[in-house]
Each structure stands twice: as structure tokens, then as C-alpha cells.
């Protein structure tokens, strides 16, 4: 039977960022072999593509506060997702307290899904020291006992009676770990020159480049979007790896 739009299950997946929201959105589309705004769509700030077929919504923690400003129920919306919740600042954690609020004052149907890939910590619940009888994280150094960041979700969500806990292992990849010599800057001197921080990221990456497999790619982090511009003119000045391309990528890139 056919379904009505006021009758489909609708979720909202949130994002930590613009950039995060429009991909994520796209990649669904793609999976889906639709034109993006069909069943899967995104709104972020001063961006919109949905439609009234839109089942899938991908947002960021701002684009959603201003739809609970607007309809604090959420009416038309089963699930709302929160993804990448260990990047957590002052929207996200509003958008949570909000929807839990929600959830036991007016839609106890509506369900809240927080996702993660560190925020509970290693797999037998430790994130910082060792986990006691009582689930409580006692701190090696002076014996303190505090909840986990983990524990203390659960507990908000409704605690073990109304919060189940999924873990999907994913794929595994071996990883080698090879640190910088004795003669590299050391951390300090990296973060007060910037000149000093690029040049030292561009040996590191075309170090990389020499030792990576056969068609292997590098991902490098810098500090902000100006450390990350001046080291692709770092690298592309070089010209040491001419048939290698070189990309920037921070939030406030425009659309391509």
C-alpha cells in the first residue's frame, strides 16, 4: 500500500557542521540513486534543498533549534539522530536536553539516537582510569571516583531501562604509528610559528608520500583554515610530488 507524506516516518539526522550536513546528505542521495532533495534532503544556514518527499532530514544543531523554537514537538518526525555527539559544544548539548524534554512531556512515541565512535569510551566502558562494581570511573592519581562521560549520556537518556546501547565494529584497517625524529620542532615552538608549523607539516607529507603504498593518500590535520591554506602553497611550491594533488578542507569552503 501506498503511504501519504503526512503519514511517512521522517528522521532528522544532525550534523556538527554545514559541510558535515550538505555531505552526508549527498552521500545517502547517491546510495539511494536519487536527485539529492527527494527522499533525503539538508537545510543548513542560508542553504536548503527538500522537498515534500523528504523522509530524511540532515541538519546542524542550529538549523534544529530553530525548528524547535517553532514546533517544540516536532510534529511529522519519528527519530532524530545525533550524530558525531563527541564533538559536543553549547548547541549540541541544548539540542539534547530540548528533545528530551520533548520526549517526556509530549511525544514519549518520538526516539533520540545519539551516535558516536569515542563517547563511551574503549570497549569495556573505560575512557579515563578504571571502571569499578558501580560503573563509576575511579582516576588512578587520587582516587576520585566520576562518572564517564558515557554513563552520564545513558543516565539522561533514561538510563539502562529506556537506553539501549548498539555498537557496530565496522571495518578494520591495520595502523602503523611512526613518530617525528629527535630533530624535529618540538609541540611548543610548532604552535608559536606558524612559518615553522607549515614547513615541518609539508616534510611530514612528503615523507609520507615516499613511504606510502602504491596509490596511498595522506590526510593532514592543521590547526585552522589558515595553517591549512599556506600548507598547500607550502607543498605546491615544492613541486616534489608534481602528478599528487593537493586539497584544502575546512568548514568554510564554498560549495563546489
Same mark, same amino acid.
Given at each position: 500500500?501506498?503511504?501519504?507524506?503526512?503519514?511517512?516516518?521522517?528522521?532528522?539526522?544532525?550534523?556538527?557542521?554545514?559541510?558535515?550536513?550538505?555531505?552526508?546528505?549527498?552521500?545517502?542521495?547517491?546510495?539511494?540513486?536519487?536527485?539529492?532533495?527527494?527522499?533525503?534532503?539538508?537545510?543548513?544556514?542560508?542553504?536548503?534543498?527538500?522537498?515534500?518527499?523528504?523522509?530524511?532530514?540532515?541538519?546542524?544543531?542550529?538549523?534544529?533549534?530553530?525548528?524547535?523554537?517553532?514546533?517544540?514537538?516536532?510534529?511529522?518526525?519519528?527519530?532524530?539522530?545525533?550524530?558525531?555527539?563527541?564533538?559536543?559544544?553549547?548547541?549540541?548539548?541544548?539540542?539534547?536536553?530540548?528533545?528530551?524534554?520533548?520526549?517526556?512531556?509530549?511525544?514519549?512515541?518520538?526516539?533520540?539516537?545519539?551516535?558516536?565512535?569515542?563517547?563511551?569510551?574503549?570497549?569495556?566502558?573505560?575512557?579515563?582510569?578504571?571502571?569499578?562494581?558501580?560503573?563509576?570511573?575511579?582516576?588512578?592519581?587520587?582516587?576520585?571516583?566520576?562518572?564517564?562521560?558515557?554513563?552520564?549520556?545513558?543516565?539522561?537518556?533514561?538510563?539502562?531501562?529506556?537506553?539501549?546501547?548498539?555498537?557496530?565494529?565496522?571495518?578494520?584497517?591495520?595502523?602503523?604509528?611512526?613518530?617525528?625524529?629527535?630533530?624535529?620542532?618540538?609541540?611548543? /615552538?610548532?604552535?608559536?610559528?606558524?612559518?615553522?608549523?607549515?614547513?615541518?607539516?609539508?616534510?611530514?607529507?612528503?615523507?609520507?608520500?615516499?613511504? /606510502?603504498?602504491?596509490?596511498?593518500?595522506?590526510?593532514?590535520?592543521?590547526?585552522?583554515?589558515?595553517?591549512?591554506?599556506?600548507?598547500?602553497?607550502?607543498?605546491?611550491?615544492?613541486?616534489?610530488?608534481?602528478?599528487?594533488?593537493?586539497?584544502?578542507?575546512?568548514?568554510?569552503?564554498?560549495?563546489?
Amino acid at each position: 500500500s501506498t503511504t501519504t507524506s503526512s503519514s511517512k516516518k521522517k528522521v532528522i539526522v544532525v550534523e556538527p557542521r554545514r559541510v558535515a550536513a550538505r555531505s552526508a546528505a549527498q552521500r545517502m542521495a547517491n546510495l539511494l540513486k536519487e536527485p539529492l532533495g527527494t527522499s533525503v534532503g539538508y537545510a543548513i544556514r542560508g542553504e536548503s534543498k527538500q522537498s515534500s518527499n523528504t523522509s530524511v532530514l540532515v541538519v546542524t544543531d542550529g538549523v534544529l533549534l530553530n525548528m524547535l523554537r517553532k514546533d517544540p514537538e516536532l510534529t511529522g518526525y519519528d527519530r532524530v539522530i545525533l550524530d558525531e555527539f563527541h564533538e559536543r559544544g553549547i548547541g549540541s548539548d541544548t539540542v539534547l536536553a530540548l528533545l528530551r524534554e520533548v520526549q517526556l512531556n509530549y511525544r514519549e512515541e518520538i526516539q533520540i539516537v545519539v551516535m558516536s565512535a569515542t563517547l563511551l569510551g574503549s570497549a569495556d566502558g573505560q575512557d579515563a582510569g578504571y571502571e569499578d562494581d558501580d560503573d563509576d570511573v575511579v582516576d588512578g592519581n587520587n582516587g576520585d571516583v566520576e562518572e564517564t562521560t558515557g554513563i552520564k549520556l545513558k543516565r539522561v537518556l533514561g538510563g539502562e531501562a529506556s537506553c539501549n546501547v548498539l555498537q557496530s565494529e565496522g571495518r578494520q584497517f591495520p595502523i602503523t604509528i611512526q613518530h617525528a625524529g629527535r630533530a624535529s620542532p618540538r609541540h611548543a /615552538a610548532l604552535f608559536r610559528d606558524t612559518k615553522l608549523l607549515v614547513s615541518a607539516m609539508a616534510d611530514a607529507i612528503e615523507e609520507g608520500l615516499m613511504n /606510502a603504498p602504491e596509490k596511498g593518500d595522506i590526510l593532514a590535520f592543521l590547526p585552522g583554515q589558515r595553517e591549512i591554506n599556506r600548507a598547500v602553497r607550502e607543498l605546491e611550491s615544492r613541486g616534489t610530488f608534481r602528478d599528487v594533488d593537493v586539497f584544502p578542507l575546512y568548514g568554510a569552503l564554498p560549495k563546489a
